[in-house]
């Protein structure tokens, strides 16, 4: 048996040990989110540095994480740094979770709205009936529809009598079907991209109900122009429609974009999120907390969105979106 020494044992490591390690990597991992923190505040100056600021729900979970490596490894500026960072991208959050704003109105019936962006090249067809029929929604709008889309549908007509499309092959096909009669709906165009959009109008149990349906192209080089140039018109468009207005599609953004912020700006409307969670749709096929949300429902302030939730996977790209409001 070795005898004990009073010497003080060495503390030093080589840089290859558990402890080091986790230190050096949590500062390297530490300085690749503040770089990309730093880009999210420059979203508005190009197209580049407004993708960095989609991953807020990513960036919190990595600064908690930092957070905890630093805790255990005892380094205050590290802690320092971490907290900072978790306080930036986790406060957006917190009204995603906890903003209870939508108080019912009114005793009308609620109205279930079905989003999806169904993907043009799924040819997981009868998905998307089974959710409708397991969901039973009001109103169904559609994203990303072809005209074998519309041949898969056909069984809607018996419950969804009331339906408008325009079918494309280049994924901006758009339809909306509803087992409440129009009192009108029509294609509209909003902004200079050449993709259509919709709109319809109801009587709910005597009150009026406009739904806007649009989609725009998405990010880049090019796009990321057009789609600020159609979001706008949609929002400015849903604002003149006045009263009891839901906005709806695929927009290609992020509650966390400038844009987005920018819509409800000028339209009015409120996330219908807000209150019920991120509730992220696009990738489909990634864990949800890799996921990021760009299906939206906005709605005026005199609707009341009694739930809000992700539906499953339907072969598609995007999870669908299931708003009930009042």
Known sequence: MPLMSDEPEDESSPWWQAPVTIVLLAWCAS??????????????????????????????????????????????????VAGLLLLIHGVPLVGVYFDGEHTPLSDHRPVRVLLANVHTANTQHDELPLLIELEQPDVVLLIEVNSLWLEALDSLASTHPHAISIPRADNFGIALFSRLPFVGASAIDLGAADVPSLEAHFDIDGSPLHIVLTHPVPPGAWGTRERDVQLRHAAEHARGLGARTVLAGDLNITPWSPMFREMLTISGMRDSRKGF???????????????????????????????????????????????DVR
């Open 277 to 323: 969670g991120v509730h992220p749709t696009w990738i489909s096929q990634m864990p949800a907390a890799l996921r990021i949300p760009i299906d939206h429902v906005l709605t005026s302030p005199d609707i009341a969105v009694v739930d809000c939730r992700v539906g499953p996977h339907i072969g598609s790209d995007h999870r669908p979106l299931i708003v």
């Open 31 to 80: 300085l690749v989110l503040a770089g990309v923190t730093l880009a999210t505040f420059a979203a508005k100056l190009h197209w580049v540095f407004e993708l960095t600021c989609h991953f807020a729900l990513q960036y919190a979970w990595a600064a908690a994480a930092l957070l905890l490596a630093f805790s255990i490894t005892r380094k205050k500026w590290g802690v320092l």
